[in-house]
């Protein structure tokens, strides 16, 4: 399953399938971002992350891409499982000082897995 | 949760009360920050301290303020809580240097009636 943009808020996915989540992030100047994931009732729990001068990260079944040729960033789960339904938050690190590490978060993506 | 604790994790109040919220870390991060969450906006920054005594605004701090007297503590208060103060309260923290990585607490929720 995949999901596109900003504006498709929920992803139903099988399980066993591969996940492809997707945000679209606004300032090219950002040089940090985070993939949360963040499940019902709890705060949101760090994935995985990625600076600006790199395009693939990996990690235990997930994947983060990045383009910032059109400011894009994905998140790929491979193996989908019950576990993984929550909802996903990309974050980008918008501060325009070196000292400065506010971050700003995308609305989310609410991942359901079908059994 | 990266060793934050957040209290109350929930609370009633009415409009027009004061209400402080209470963040503890035994991480000694330097970084601390609070953010609301409501559906539709996503998390929202209220308000973030760089160190004891030192705090600044986010991008929604109006009817909020902040104090960080101790590292481990960073309290937000409303100081007269209106109903569109109802929501989800996240604090967070970070080290500095480096990766800003930013590890959530539990959450409060808190209903202004």
């Known amino acids: 399953g995949e999901s596109v943009g900003l504006h498709l808020p929920t992803l139903s996915v099988q399980e066993g399938d591969n996940s492809i989540i997707n945000c679209a992030y606004s300032?090219?100047?950002?040089?940090?971002f985070i993939w949360y994931k963040q499940e019902s009732g709890k705060g949101p729990q760090f994935i995985i992350d990625?600076?600006?001068?790199?395009d693939k990260r990996q990690g235990q079944r997930v994947t983060v891409l990045l383009n910032k040729t059109v400011k894009h960033l994905s998140l790929q789960i491979a193996a989908t499982q019950p576990g993984d339904s929550a909802v996903y938050f990309c974050?980008?690190?918008?501060?325009?000082?070196?000292?400065?590490?506010?971050?700003?978060f995308g609305a989310g993506t609410t991942v359901t897995v079908r059994a | 949760d990266a060793g934050i604790t957040q209290s109350p994790r929930h609370k009633v109040t009415e409009t027009g009360t004061p209400v402080t919220l209470r963040c503890h870390q035994t991480?000694?991060?330097?970084?601390m920050y609070w953010y609301r969450q409501d559906p539709g906006h996503g998390l929202r920054l209220i308000h973030y301290?760089?160190?004891?005594?030192?705090?600044d605004k986010g991008e929604v701090s109006d009817g909020y303020s902040v104090s960080r007297s101790k590292t481990e503590d960073f309290l937000l208060t409303l100081e007269s809580a209106t109903s569109s103060q109802t929501s989800v309260y996240f604090c967070?923290?970070?080290?500095?240097?480096?990766?800003?990585?930013?590890?959530f607490g539990p959450g409060t929720r808190l209903l202004v009636l």
């Open positions: 967070a923290i970070s080290e500095v240097g480096g990766r800003q990585t930013q590890y």
């Open positions: 300032n090219s100047a950002s040089d940090y």
């Open positions: 990625i600076r600006s001068n790199m």
């Open positions: 974050a980008e690190n918008m501060s325009k000082r070196s000292n400065d590490y506010k971050l700003s």
């Open positions: 991480e000694n991060h330097r970084y």
């Open positions: 301290s760089y160190g004891v005594k030192d705090t």
